[in-house]
């Protein structure tokens, strides 16, 4: 996942396409299309060595192509040998000629937009977008909402308004691509006799603060039908917190048809706590992996764990163990090499040029029959100043053990490695955390989140029993620290999110100073 852009709006096309269509044509019409998917649940190895030697074929006279011996490539081992591994500075002087208006460059036409994103190496990230990867992202969105619709044989929401927390669709054109955040990119595929069923309004998307942008959105809103809301959990939170503040009811008081809310972008369970006591009532909740490099994955079971990744939608995946990204001779795994339960870094090669492209998020495969996945990570999100290297992953399910034990809501938490304490004392984890409500013995809770963290990652355990570190320290955040940060680093919107955890103090040392 990028940087940023981590979730998209096609539900809202597909919702707004359904209100238009009878309840049972919806029902029928789902259970059709989900019946059709059990093909490439099962044949997803083979098909997905296929489809490789397919884009490598349709690349074969591009620039990229002609210097990467596309025309030699007859197998898996063959692109491996003659592409290595990249990241967008290793693609940008590619991605710069075609910003610049040249044609075959990374594929054998431009793309027809730029999902512009915020890189924190190379500034602002330019990812194109052919015409058939933004058909497949849209399929993707479709899909979940019909696997829902299907399992569940109800799609009461398609009647209702619908809305999601987006970027702005204003776009920028550059010699002929169009472009901007990729949520805005979607809203101009909503054709305007379906955006009757949509919510907020098109002028209220374009306000660029997004305080005033979530304000505006509240008003339009909070007397509406809603049935189905998506976006990123903390800022679902901000929104819903707002329209609680100014109604004195909750969610499901406010909303009473409100069925469906679909997240994405980063791990829904740290938050599920905080969501249910907003709600107040029963919502169901799909969880989604979309990014502006494509729409990778979904849950196909809304009562179940995990992602159905997908295989079929013109992006080829290669994995790589994470104890070994980064290194020269990584290894780097097909679907049919995988183990269940082991992190991988997530590397695409896509219908809209990327090429063996390291997208920095880290998954790990549940199940494969068929192919579900979890997002355990992000390759540049970890701690490992003691050669711990924790993972997401382990913090947020550390932190789920914990509050299930001692009951506590967290608005939001970050991990930084304390390598130089006062009074000599030793290293230890620091654990900022924003409570919405403290667990009744804090010490008690510290002592079992450490507990928690001993038996997910032995690294850690062996340094704590070694005494190279002592326990973690929790330290209290002032209410709304998070955001406070957010906005001092001009991150405050819907599709942007703070690091659970990190290898430096940057962020530690401005939550710091908020402590309460």
Known sequence: ????????????????????????????????????????????????????????????????????????????????????????????????????????????????????????????????????????????AQSALFHYIAQ?????????????????????????????????????????????????????????????????????????????????????????????????????????????????????????EKMEELLGGKVDIIQTFPASEGFFAFQDDYQKEGLLLQTNHGIFYEFVPLEEYGKENARRLTLKEIELNKDYALILTTNSGLWAYSIGDVVRFISKNPHRILVSGRTKHFTSAFGEHVIAFEVEEAMKATVEKFPAQITEFHLAPQVNPENGELPYHEWFIEFEKEPENLEDFRQNLDLEMRKRNTYYDDLISGNILQALKITKLQKNAFHEYAKSEGKLGGQNKIPRLANDRKIGEFLGGLKL
């Open 152 to 272: 569940k044989n109800n799609a009461d929401f398609v009647n209702g308004k619908m809305i999601f927390l987006q970027g702005s669709p204003e776009l920028e054109d550059k010699n002929g691509i169009k472009t901007g955040r990729l949520s805005g990119i979607v809203a101009h595929h909503i054709p305007k006799y379906l955006q009757k069923n949509r919510l907020p309004s098109y002028e209220t998307n374009c306000i660029e603060d997004w305080e005033t942008k979530v304000d505006k959105i509240v008003e339009e809103t909070e007397k509406e039908n809603m049935t189905l809301i998506s976006g990123i959990p903390p800022w679902l939170i901000m929104y819903f917190e707002k329209l609680i503040e100014r109604n004195g009811k909750k969610i499901k008081q406010l909303f009473p048809n409100l069925q469906l809310i679909v997240t994405g972008g980063v791990n829904y369970e740290p938050y599920r």
């Open 1 to 140: 996942m990028g940087t940023d852009e981590k979730f998209i709006g096609f539900f809202i096309y597909f919702c707004a396409m359904l209100g238009f269509i009878k309840k049972t044509v919806a029902k029928i019409w789902a259970k059709n299309h989900v019946a059709k998917t059990e093909d490439f649940k099962k044949n997803a190895e083979v098909l997905q060595e296929k489809l490789l030697l397919d884009l490598v074929k349709s690349a074969e006279k591009t620039l990229f192509g002609l210097q990467h011996n596309f025309s030699e490539i007859k197998s898996v081992e063959d692109f491996q040998k003659n592409v290595k591994i990249c990241d967008y500075e290793d693609l940008k002087p590619f991605i710069e000629k075609v910003k610049h208006g040249d044609k075959n460059i990374l594929w054998q036409e431009k793309p027809e937009y730029f999902a512009k994103t915020s890189g924190t190496t190379s500034g602002t990230k330019y990812i194109p977008l052919t015409k058939e990867g933004m058909d497949f992202q849209v399929k993707a």
